[in-house]
Nanobody, 130 residues
Framework: QVQLAEFGGRLVQAGGSLGLSCTAS????????IAWFRQKPGEERQFVAA????????FYADSVKGRAIISRDNAENTVNLQMKDLKPEDSAIYYC???????????????????????WGQGTQVTVSS
């Protein structure tokens, strides 16, 4: 079982940059796909980005493509999400979550569905001011 915790959310001005971290405890972190989702008040959780268990495959929502980079360090049990050119519509609570496991390779459609993800962190608030 993997437990996750997110860090790095803060208030940032539009056009700025931000780095979020997802730290895991527990065993077998390297075996899991990890994704970032975000949730705005009154809305469903929305996929942002994912990195597969090996680190070589990454996936992005269209809304952040070209503005976000997801990476993982399995030795440190962390997944990072770097975002630039932030917009007010990026404001949300950001969550990381564990998904599928080694050795399966999943399609992009798999990552869009929050129900495919098991363990979730408590979330970190990102607010982008205009």
């Amino acid at each position: 079982q993997v437990q996750l915790a997110e860090f790095g959310g803060r208030l940032v001005q539009a056009g700025g940059s931000l780095g979020l971290s997802c730290t895991a405890s527990g065993s077998n972190f390297a075996d899991y796909d990890i994704a970032w989702f975000r949730q705005k008040p009154g809305e469903e959780r929305q996929f942002v980005a994912a990195v597969a268990w090996g680190g070589g495959r990454t996936f992005y929502a269209d809304s952040v493509k070209g503005r976000a980079i997801i990476s993982r360090d399995n030795a440190e049990n962390t997944v990072n999400l770097q975002m630039k050119d932030l917009k007010p519509e990026d404001s949300a609570i950001y969550y990381c979550a564990t998904g599928g496991t080694r050795p399966t390779h999943y399609t992009y459609a798999y990552y869009l569905q929050p129900e495919n993800f098991g363990s979730w962190g408590q979330g970190t608030q990102v607010t982008v001011s205009s």
